[in-house]
Structures are given as C-alpha cells and as structure tokens.
C-alpha cells in the first residue's frame, strides 16, 4: 500500500485536487465505483469523472480498468525511488557501485568462522568470474550435506569485500518467514532509516530490488533447503514459504547490480528455470575435494599411513566434512592409523550417520523406493532395470523426475564411461541404505508376528532382498551386505534360532492366498530369511 502522506504529496506535484485524491484512495484500495460513490455521498458519475481527471493528471491514456494498473504502478515506482534517496541522503555518501564494504555495512548473521578451508581455488575463481566480472544476478551453490557450501559462500564473501558496497548474510535454517527477511535487509540498507512502512511483500521486494540497482550488494542466503518441502521431488516450497519463489524469480530476472547467492542441498525450480551459460542466473555443484585438498585435512589431524589415505578419500567421495569427522574418530580411536580404521568394515557412524538421514527424510517415496533398490543392486543400473525391479508400475515419465531429483540432491552417481545412462550410489550412501533396509526388515517382521496383518509387511513385500537372476558377485554381496546381516539382526532380537524359524514360518500362512500385488517379494523374502544363508 502506498501511504497516505506520500500520495498526497506526489498528487499535490501534479496538481490533484482534495476531492479527487479522496477518490483516488478509496480506489487504491480496490473499492468499486459504486462503493466509493455510496463512501462519499455522491453520484458514481462523479466518482468516474474524478478519476478521469486524475487519469489525465498522471498522462494515463486508454480505457478500461487497466488505468487503475497503470497508475499503481507508476506511484509504487515514485514511492521506491523516493525510498531509495531517503536512505541516500542519510548516508551522508555519494552513490558509487565501486569501493568496498566498510564494516558497518558488513552483517554476517550466523556465517561460520573458516578460518581454517581447505582447497576449493577453482570454485573460488568461479564465483569471482560470476559475480564480478559476469554481474550474475542470482548464483546457487549447491551440493550434498558436508560438501563445504557454506565455507565456501563465506570465503568468497571475505575475498569480495572489496567489489561490493553491502555484505549481508542470513541463514534460514530456522526458517524466518521472507516478510520478516525483507523488514531486516530494507532496514539494514536504509541505514535504519525508512520514512514509509510498506506491508505488501511485492512492495518490499521491489524495494529491495531498488536498492540492489543503487548499490553493488552481496546478499548470501544459507541453508535454502529448510523452505523446500520434504517428502517430495526436489526444489518445491513448504506452503508457508511459496514467496520465496517469487523472491528469487525477480531477483534473477530483473536489472540490478547486486548478487543474491543461496546454498541448498537441493536446487530451487527457479534456478533450473532461469539458468543459463551466459545467463545472470547460474549454479555451481560442489562435488569432492581433490585429493591434494583432501590430504591438507589428513595432515591437519595428524594420521599417518598415507598411501591408505587415498582409499579413505575414494570411500568418502572427499566430502570435507565426513573426511574431517572420520579423521577426527581415527585419530582418537586407533591412534591415528588408517589401516586399523579400514579394518572395521563400517563407514556410517555418529554424525555421518545424521548427514545422511537428514538429507533421507527429505526424499519422495518414491526416491526412496530408488535408494533401496540402488542399494540392494550393489552396482550402476539402468532406468529400465530399476522399472522392472519395481512391483508397482511407475510410468517412465514419473521415474525420470525421480532420478533427476536424487541427481539434484548429489544422492546418485551416474557412470560417465558407460554409453547407457547407469547410476549407483556412494559407497557410504550404500552402507547407510543398507543399514536402513536390515533395521526397516527386522522392524516389519516384529511387527507382523505382534499383530498377524501383512499390511505391516512395507518393504519385505515391495524389495527383494536377495535377486535370484543377478551375477553371482552381486549374488554374494547382497548375502554379504543384506541377507547374513539382518540373520544376525533377528538373532539378537529373539535370542534363538528356533524362535526365529517359529515367528518367520507363522508369517507364511498369512500371506497364502493374497492377491500378487499384495504379496509382493514378501513370501520370498520370508522364505529366503528362514533358510540357509548361503543362497
């Protein structure tokens, strides 16, 4: 809404009587003709005539209700302009879009110290192509958990301090609603001057957007994930936080010289809409470390045995973070040998063990559905084998979006030296699933032998544990990985084989006589479960 004394102010420059701005406000507030004549006690052709009048005065020609939108326009743009010098004028400064971010027009919020950082020179050099010689309007860093996001935004924005006026970071990782993001920027780039309150978000954006073409601004936006939805395809907003789309929509289409950057485990669909080589939108996937980077870290933690170093980077795919939690366990644990470490056999504990179920409950039944059979393959498939695996039918077009989105998550690999488009999942990605698939199938077949309804069975019946027309490598590391260990699972659960071989035979009946779909991999699996472990 345009405030009052601001309309009267503008109005009386244009030589707008009392009367017709009287009407004029009743309009702009999206009251008719015939409600504005009852409002003010007149004849609704008064009301017309008044705003003829007021048409002419501000050069609107035409006809129809699209004058109305025309001069909302025009005073929303006077308003913004008038905002904008209000703020100049306070500064005490002259405009410049060269010069440098003193510290009073630094806010960092919540960004983390990175002090220590490790590598990432090439994606350094990128942002700065970007955002500074390419002007890029809105640039998305993104990348599974751990990948170092947002040590990387805030090294860039220590190295940029120079090439731009404002420096401002925020974190949504408590997700603020953006009506309350853009009160705290207006006001921080007003120098907590503002002479008008607007109340409509678009307002508050286009003021913003103002202030982004007067000044060179570097606005950072971490954890843009928490707005996103779970549960579904990645990149569609929680419902509370639609607007944000809008946001990010007119910051990359419209003409400003500043640069929004979001880090995000997934990417937003205006990104994917708006991004281009050559275009002022763009975004850059972090993948891991190079193994020079990932070595500094090893060093930093003091571990020795450094030609194992490379088959504890291969195993991590050189994400930072796990590298530095898995460097930190080896070095408190086994006294800083690698070797010792390798000998466990496990690599999903602790806090990587939380990474990666965090970034799991944020998947699409579906997705998960893929995870699980990706896992249970132990090596890259295709699409079409993945559809055939499945018991209830997806159509190509569902399954495409499905693997695109775990692509946009970095949850799957796809094999570059294979002509068929093939996906796997990182070796401790597989681990985790494979943890999650024994933990879920014990859970299921308690739950069945409690209550004797098969509509416990969820993954028993639409996964088969164990594929009898699979290579026998694949064979004997799904009995490896899968089958022995969910054995070993029950065991500990019921405390007796024959307990097991009991509750497992009970479950068979119960699945006699159900319809296919209903059944599923289960009778299989249940049968698989109840024999020899060597299949």
């Known amino acids: 809404m345009i405030p009052q004394d601001f309309l009267k102010a503008i109005a009386a420059e244009r030589s707008v009587s009392d009367s017709e701005i009287e009407v004029l406000s009743h309009a702009l507030a999206g009251e008719t003709i015939t409600t504005i004549a009852t409002c003010l006690d007149i004849r609704p052709e008064a009301v017309r005539k008044r705003l003829g009048e007021v048409y002419k005065k501000f050069h609107i020609a035409g006809a129809g209700p699209g004058k109305m939108a025309k001069l ?14 209000i703020a100049l004028e306070a500064s005490g400064e002259e405009l410049s879009l060269v010069g440098g971010a003193n510290k009073e027009r630094q ?12 590598g990432r020179s090439e994606q350094l050099n990128t942002l700065k192509e970007w955002m500074i010689a390419d002007e890029c309007r809105l640039v998305a860093v993104l990348g599974m958990g751990g990948i170092g996001k947002t040590a990387l935004a805030v090294k860039f924005a220590q190295q940029a301090i120079t090439e731009f006026d404002y420096i401002i970071w925020r974190s949504l990782r408590h997700g603020i609603p953006l009506k309350d993001l853009l009160d705290n920027l207006l006001h921080i780039l007003s120098l907590r001057r503002t002479a008008y309150a607007l109340t409509e978000v678009n307002e508050k954006i286009s003021q913003l957007i103002s202030y982004f073409r007067h000044h060179r601004c570097l606005l950072i936006l971490d954890s843009v994930e928490t707005i996103l939805k779970s549960g579904e395809l990645a990149g569609n907003y929680r419902e509370e936080y639609e607007e944000y789309g809008d946001f990010f929509r007119r910051i990359g289409e419209e003409p400003h010289h500043s640069c929004l950057v979001l880090t995000s485990l997934e990417k937003p669909k205006e990104i994917s809409l708006l991004e281009g080589k050559t275009m002022p939108v763009r975004s850059l996937l972090l993948k891991d470390l190079r193994s020079e980077e990932a070595r500094e870290i090893f060093k930093a933690k003091g571990l020795s045995e450094e030609d194992k170093w490379e088959n504890l980077i291969a195993l991590y795919r050189g994400n930072p973070l796990a590298l530095k939690i898995i460097a930190t366990t080896i070095r408190d644990l086994f006294g800083g040998q690698v070797s010792e470490f390798l000998k466990q056999n496990t690599l999903v504990f602790g806090d990587i063990s939380g990474l990666l179920e965090q970034q799991f409950q944020r998947l699409s039944p579906l997705e998960q559905e893929l995870l699980y059979w990706l896992a249970l393959e132990r090596i890259p498939v295709g699409l079409q084998k993945l559809r055939q695996n499945m018991l209830l039918p997806v159509s190509q077009r569902e399954l495409l979006e499905a693997v695109a989105s775990l692509g946009r998550r970095s949850l799957i690999e796809k094999d570059p030296e294979k002509e068929e488009a093939v996906f796997s999942l990182q070796p401790a990605v597989i681990e985790y699933v494979s943890d999650k698939i024994i933990e879920q199938v014990c859970t299921e077949i308690r739950e069945v032998f409690k209550t004797k309804k098969t509509e416990k069975l969820v993954l028993l019946r639409s996964h088969a544990l164990i594929q009898n027309h699979a290579e026998t490598t694949v064979k004997a590391a799904q009995v490896k990985y899968i089958l022995s260990p969910i054995k070993d699972r029950l065991r500990r659960i019921f405390r007796s084989e024959s307990r097991i071989q009991e509750y497992l035979t009970q479950i068979q009946p119960l699945l006699q006589g159900e319809p296919p779909l209903e059944v599923g991999y289960a009778m299989e699996n249940v049968l698989l479960l109840n024999g020899p472990t060597d299949v």
Do not use: C, K, N, R
């Open 72 to 85: 909302q326009q025009i005073l929303v743009s006077q308003y913004q302009e008038h905002q904008t010098q």
């Open 107 to 118: 806010d960092w919020g919540e960004a983390p110290d990175v002090s220590i950082f490790y």
